[in-house]
């Protein structure tokens, strides 16, 4: 029989995958080097912590929270009103490397994980440098 576990069983499904949502936000709302992408967001976090949450959940092999909500991510779309280049990107992906390894993802798992994020990062620049 094919093995059939999914990213979100793997990583440990709804309580991980919340924890890392908040040492994200809790990363970006504190650490200097992500002030860029800190200042794109409201002064709350809590909205755009639920909706990464979400995402991830259905992202990861999970519930399908945020297509259930929302619809269809459109993740381009909707970062499309933000300046996100190389130097947002990096900060995005640095802030999730860090979030990872504070959660404590297994290291081949986050290597994976860590891949998809850059490739969907990097999708979502919409200016040059």
Known sequence: MENTTTTYQKIGGDAVVGKLCDRFYELMDTVPQFQGIRAMH?????GSRDKLYM???GWMGGPDLFVEKFGHPRLRGRHMPFEIGIAERDQWVACMVLA???VGIEKSL?????DNFFHTADFMRNKEG
């Open 42 to 46: 409201p002064a709350s976090l809590a």
């Open 55 to 57: 995402f991830l959940s």
């Open 100 to 102: 990872m390894e504070d």
């Open 110 to 114: 986050s290597k994976k994980l860590l």
